[in-house]
């Protein structure tokens, strides 16, 4: 019982000094409103330096609306940052645009001082042109200078040409235009089979491949084969010429041929027939509008080949010539020449005449396609007393009278032979009056060229 008063008396001492404590604080007498600002200050340092803030106790889950507030704030300054980052991009983005367009401006302004220096310097110019322009080319001395000059070479002339007048009795003789060293055979456009634009280009063309087909004396290495056959070849083909109406052109092509492929490759006896209508059934597909067929060559050959025959022979031929038969020949050569000589259709007959006897002859075979056409045409026109080798077909034909004598005189020679017996095909041809019977001229005296 003693101890519980004693207990007693001491919580009444205890409570008596808690109330005289009390009473000490409400005798300072703190205000509500400084409260609250104190509270404000501290919330305002926790916010701004967390580790500065004061500590308050929590319980042991924690207090929930606390850190529902630490979320919100640490939200709000992530928005004022982005925010922050977004008006700073603006404000260089801003800046960039400002620099771009200040350096436009600046290269603008220096282009159109440039452009203005430019014309500026461009009209003074065109100005000093516009004033030289003005300027009187002469002056007033100069052009009596001029004057005075043409007048004393007036004078002058007219002294020289009463000279003149007074030695010559008074006739006053014109002075001769310079005429042209060739005359231009090419002018008449009319023809359009002619090709006058073209033509010239074409013949020097020809002129120029000639030298990739010049033959060589072949028959030396073919011992089974000699010139008199090859000459009763040539005949036989002159007379199929004639049969199937073919043109001269075709002739020439075939005898070209058979030459070119006598030359590359060796042949039997037996086989030099179906060569010859090979080559002219050749040359008809080049030349020809309208070729015979293929039995016609084997029925003038008297069924002696069959179809197989000539096929192979023809792969042979055009396989041996490089699959080309663009050969250049006399025959149109002589065409050409006969134009530039200005030369009746007897005269080019003649010269036709003497062309075609030529390819009987064996020695003539190397001799190039334009000489021989050139030589023909001139003995042609010496037959015919037409002794002008003008420049104009020297120019054309490319060479001289002198170049020229010595074929010449072969050709005379023999044209004044008779012809074999089994080589009359040509000379029978030209002697009808259709070819105006140029076989029948007379040949040239041999000491008399």
Same mark, same amino acid.
């Given at each position: 019982m003693k101890s519980q008063r004693i207990s007693l008396a001491s919580n009444q001492e205890n409570a008596k000094e808690s109330i005289a404590g009390k009473g000490n604080t409400t005798s300072s007498r703190v205000m509500p409103s400084d409260r609250r600002k104190s509270k404000e200050n501290a919330k305002r340092q926790a916010e701004e330096s967390p580790n500065n803030a004061p500590t308050r106790k929590r319980s042991a889950l924690g207090d929930m609306t606390n850190a529902s507030e630490l979320e919100s704030n640490a939200r709000k300054s992530k928005a004022k940052c982005?925010?922050? +980052?977004?008006?700073?991009k603006n404000i260089n983005a801003t800046r960039q645009l400002s620099t771009y367009q200040t350096r436009r401006r600046s290269?603008?302004? +220096?282009?159109?001082? *440039?452009?203005?220096?430019?014309?500026q310097s461009l009209t003074s110019q065109n100005a000093s042109k516009i004033t030289e322009e003005n300027k009187p080319a002469f002056t007033e001395e100069d052009l009596e200078d001029i004057v005075f000059s043409e007048l004393l070479s007036q004078s002058e002339t007219a002294r020289n040409s009463e000279v003149a007048n007074s030695e010559l009795g008074g006739v006053v003789v014109p002075?001769? @235009?310079?005429?042209?060293? !060739?005359n231009d055979?090419?002018?008449?456009?009319?023809?359009?089979?002619? &090709?006058?634009? !073209?033509?010239?280009?074409i013949f020097k063309n020809m002129k120029k491949r000639e030298e990739m087909y010049?033959?060589?004396? !072949?028959? +030396?290495?073919?011992?089974?084969?000699?010139?008199?056959?090859?000459?009763? =070849?040539?005949?036989?083909?002159?007379?199929?010429?004639?049969?199937?109406?073919?043109?001269?052109?075709? =002739?020439?092509?075939?005898?070209?041929?058979?030459?070119?492929?006598?030359?590359?490759?060796?042949?039997?006896?037996? %086989?030099? %027939?179906?060569?010859?209508?090979?080559?002219?059934?050749?040359?008809? *597909? &080049?030349?020809?509008?309208? @070729? @015979?067929? =293929?039995d016609d060559f084997l029925f003038i050959c008297d069924d002696a080949y069959k179809k197989t025959d000539l096929l192979r022979m023809e792969t042979k031929v055009f396989a041996a010539l490089d699959y080309c038969l663009a050969i250049p020949i006399p025959y149109r050569f002589l065409r050409r020449f006969a134009k530039a000589a200005d030369a009746t259709m007897e005269t080019l007959t003649l010269a036709r005449y003497i062309l075609e006897t030529s390819l009987l002859e064996y020695d003539f075979v190397p001799v190039r396609a334009s000489k021989m056409a050139a030589?023909?045409? +001139?003995?042609? &026109?010496? &037959?015919?007393?037409?002794?002008?080798w003008t420049p104009t077909l020297v120019y054309y034909t490319g060479y001289t009278r002198q170049e020229l004598s010595e074929l010449v005189t072969k050709l005379n020679v023999l044209l004044s032979g008779q012809p074999k017996k089994n080589l009359k095909t040509v000379h029978s041809k030209y002697s009808h009056s259709v070819f105006f019977q140029v076989a029948k001229? @007379?040949? =040239?005296?041999v000491l008399a060229m």
């Open positions: 982005a925010v922050k +980052s977004k008006a700073d290269k603008e302004a +220096s282009f159109v001082a *440039k452009k203005n220096v430019e014309n002075a001769e @235009p310079e005429k042209p060293v !060739y055979i090419d002018t008449d456009t009319t023809d359009e089979f002619a &090709m006058a634009e !073209y033509a010239n280009e010049v033959l060589t004396a !072949y028959l +030396s290495k073919r011992p089974k084969i000699n010139a008199n056959m090859r000459a009763i =070849l040539v005949d036989w083909l002159v007379e199929v010429q004639e049969n199937f109406e073919l043109y001269h052109e075709t =002739l020439y092509l075939a005898v070209k041929i058979v030459d070119h492929y006598l030359e590359k490759t060796n042949i039997e006896r037996d %086989q030099l %027939q179906l060569l010859g209508a090979t080559a002219v059934f050749l040359a008809c *597909k &080049m030349e020809e509008r309208h @070729p @015979p067929y =293929l030589a023909c045409l +001139s003995l042609a &026109m010496e &037959m015919k007393n037409l002794n002008k001229t @007379p040949v =040239l005296d």
